[in-house]
């Protein structure tokens, strides 16, 4: 403590103080703003009403923590990209430079362009998918084709049938288009039809039938679990006799590691119209391209494509000229099983962990493939609580679980991210939660719970 | 002059403290001042000596901002700094000192008891619980003891949620607070000066569908309704404003800082707590009372930083 000597060093201020540094200070930082804190106000009167069903949450602002360098965060997404070889992207930008430069700084068709839809096409054959050119739409990354699915298909209060968890990226969509979204529960086999059908016919008594059900059928986002094959038949033939739409995220269908690959439901709808398929280029190549796709009846494409021209009139010439290129000199599926071996292993090291770190009353999920373990813990913590301990105390991150939910539900769960981090930070993450759980069961019980 | 904005830092407080420090920084470059906008992390020590700021402007929030650390290492590099010195810090960023100091002074504060992590854990205070809300009734507020933003906080409507709101007052701090609910208007004072403390209007925070002025209702724009100044009797506004100067001058404040109390229904008033580092976000109180006093967001930091100083 220092002294509490009376050394007052009280500052003088000019009055009208313009200094000298001003002139050439004019250039406008984000800091510089004319606006005051009381300016604000006006505002508050003019944003939209769905701008204003977005609010600040404890959440949001401890999951910005995460960032911090002395943090093990097992709370990203992120895909790996640090296998890429230099060489290939290297070769890639050569041959753009010499043979497409000016196309690739120019605009292009809002659909995309026509050389990477017919490679699409392929990809999505990889995984039977059937498809034809004129059934793809290029988006700007998975993320706009989920805002253009739900923008044209939602107005503000319609009811949305999504998974409890669902994908937390998906969350803002739902919220500004105003959504009203009910969670059917999953478990080990994926989404449970049986509830779905109970959800149908509930929501049909209360007249307020789904415009869509919203679903990642491999390796979910943020549950970890897949739909076994069963489920998909029922569901798409459920659909076919409730007409139920049903658009299918597809990001992480390549992304096993384990088993068979299934079909999408998409392959099993077999054109009949009841599937808008979503992909992405993110987890099979690179996030940073933000490139994705959407796969549609005509009658769909065409207001989704009007949507993009409002949104960004074409998605970057830049992006998908090196994916083009890359695509027909390389086999991508050389990379993606590179990816999937680098995976697995961080995927068994977060299991083993798990098993040697969480209490007896935890269960989590066992990914066959994704990037994504999903753990509930006794329900008696709350994993939001428990990220304000976990960061401050014990250095260590993951996404709480009501970021999956729109219902508030979630508070007993978390999701672990296995694929951005190497396999002994992982252990050590996981090592540390560990330490933040068991602090809290131990309070728990010193509060008389489980008596 | 060359003045060094504190912000960010790695509390919990750190989205927030980036939003104070930015509308700082604006406000000090309109004011012609040179602006060191200063994110704290492990080489703050550094970048003060190497730009010798004339001045810190404090807008941390949470641990080691508000809790005296960052003013004991400006006392130390003997860089003035805005806001109460070291220990008026302490004594305002522990709710349970603060809430002593107030009980010394006859400054009413809702009746609490506090506890420590442990004394649940080693001593079965968990037990105690049943003489606690005898004597503190229901609903009860369950607070951490040092924590900002009302993060943690909880209000227990039913002796069945205490000993989930203590695990998430824990989760925030080591030692809990358990506090009497009052029921009444969320009214802060801010104050500013040293010399001559003064106390700008009082203004009224109403939060829209909330039990209480949370996190959300804090920082998301049009959930809460300001009202300022507070529609208040006279008398009750001038009591208000006595009673911030008082709390002020008990925790031993210069400078700034903001005194949060309630108004019950029978027109007591009621000190939660004092933040000596107040938020200057969009949304916040304190640029709310500048406006209602008058003197607009750009004068009141220009008081605050003539005010900056060293030593307590």
């Known amino acids: ?451 | 002059m060359l003045v060094a904005v504190l912000k960010g830092g790695r509390s919990l407080e750190r989205e927030v403290s980036l939003r104070s420090g930015a509308n700082a920084e604006a406000a000090l470059r309109r004011l012609g001042h040179d602006v060191l906008a200063v994110d704290v992390d492990q080489h703050l020590v550094r970048a003060l000596r190497g730009e010798r700021p004339d001045a810190a402007f404090i807008a941390l929030h949470g641990k080691g901002g508000e809790d005296g650390t960052v003013q004991e290492l400006l006392e130390i590099l003997e860089v003035p700094y805005t806001g109460p010195g070291v220990l008026a810090c302490e004594r305002a960023w522990d709710k349970v000192v603060a809430k002593a100091h107030f009980a010394t002074a006859g400054v009413p504060t809702p009746a609490a008891v506090a506890f420590s992590q442990d004394a649940f854990r080693e001593m079965g205070a968990g037990e105690a619980i049943p003489e606690i809300r005898e004597r503190l009734g229901l609903p009860l507020v369950v607070k951490p003891a040092k924590q900002g933003s009302a993060l943690g906080i909880t209000v227990a409507r039913d002796a069945s949620q205490i000993p989930g709101a203590l695990m998430s007052a824990l989760a925030y701090d080591e030692r809990v607070l358990l506090e009497a609910f009052v029921e009444g208007r969320e009214l802060a004072v801010s104050v500013i000066g040293t010399a001559a403390p003064w106390a700008l209007p009082v203004v009224e925070a109403i939060p829209r569908d909330r039990d209480f002025y949370d996190f959300e209702a804090r920082y998301t724009p049009g959930m809460t309704d300001f009202v300022a100044p507070a529609r208040l009797p006279d008398a009750v506004a001038e009591e208000a404003a006595a009673l911030a100067l008082r709390c002020f001058d008990v925790l031993g404040c210069r400078g700034l800082g903001r005194v949060d109390l309630l108004l019950d229904a029978d027109d007591r008033l009621w000190v939660l707590e004092v933040n000596s580092i107040p938020g200057m976000t969009d949304t916040s109180l304190l640029p709310k009372a500048a406006e209602a006093a008058g003197l607009g967001f750009d004068e009141v930091v220009e008081r605050i930083l003539a005010d900056a100083a060293l030593g307590a």
Not at chain 1, 135 to 143: A, L, N
Not at chain 1, 193 to 205: G, K, P, R, S
Not at chain 1, 357 to 379: H, K, N, Q
Not at chain 1, 388 to 413: I, K, M, T
């Open chain 1, 1 to 451: 403590m220092t002294s509490t000597a009376p050394r007052r060093g009280v500052i003088t201020v000019p009055p009208t103080p313009p200094s000298r540094h001003r002139a050439h200070e004019t250039a406008l930082t984000p800091g510089d703003s004319a606006l005051t804190p009381g300016d604000s106000a006006r505002y508050d009167a003019r944003f939209a009403s769905r701008a204003a069903g977005i609010v600040s949450s404890v959440m949001r602002d401890l999951m910005s923590l995460s960032e911090r360098p002395d943090i093990i965060s097992l709370a990203g997404g992120f895909p790996n990209t640090e296998a890429f070889e230099r060489e290939i992207y290297d070769e890639v930008m050569e041959v753009i430079a010499r043979e497409h430069l000016a196309s690739t700084l120019q605009y292009g068709p809002t659909e995309g362009m026509g050389e990477l839809r017919e490679r699409i096409v392929d990809v999505m054959a990889h995984e039977g998918a059937r498809a034809r050119v004129e059934d793809i739409m290029v988006t700007s990354g998975g993320q706009q084709a989920i805002d253009l699915a739900i923008r044209t298909f939602v107005n503000p209060g319609d009811t949305v049938l999504a998974e409890g968890p669902t994908y937390p990226g998906a969350v803002p969509c739902f919220t500004t288009y105003e959504a009203q979204v009910v969670h059917v529960p999953m478990d080990d086999d994926g989404l449970r039809i049986d509830l779905v059908e109970e959800a149908l016919d509930q929501l049909a008594a209360e007249g307020r039938p789904p415009k869509l059900l919203y679903t990642i059928p491999s390796f979910q986002n943020p549950g970890g679990v897949t739909m076994s094959l069963e489920r998909r038949e029922r569901l798409v033939a459920l659909a076919h006799e409730r007409e139920l739409l049903l658009v299918e995220d597809n990001p992480y269908g390549q992304i096993r590691f384990d088993g068979d690959p299934l079909p999408t439901l998409w392959e099993l709808d077999d054109g009949a119209g009841w599937v808008v398929y979503l992909s992405t280029f993110s987890k099979i190549l690179a996030p940073g391209l933000r490139t994705g796709w959407v796969a549609a009846p005509a009658a769909v494409l065409r207001k989704m494509n009007l949507g993009k021209q409002a949104a960004d009139l074409c998605s970057s010439t830049g992006s998908q000229r090196f994916i083009v290129e890359y695509l027909r000199r390389h086999d991508w599926r050389d990379y993606v099983a590179r990816l999937n071996g680098i995976y697995r292993l961080r995927r068994d090291a977060m299991l083993r962990a798990l098993e040697e770190e969480m209490p007896p009353e935890a269960r989590w999920t066992r990914p066959s493939g994704g990037l994504f373990v999903w753990a509930t813990l006794p329900d008696y913590l709350d994993t939001t609580n428990l990220l304000a301990s976990a960061v401050e105390r014990h250095q260590v991150a993951f996404v709480p679980g009501r970021g999956a939910f729109l219902d508030g539900r979630g508070g007993d769960s978390m999701r672990l991210n296995y694929s951005g981090v190497p396999e002994a930070v992982i252990s050590e993450g996981v090592r540390r939660l560990g330490v933040a759980v068991a602090e809290m069961t131990e309070l728990h019980r010193a509060l008389g719970g489980g008596e």
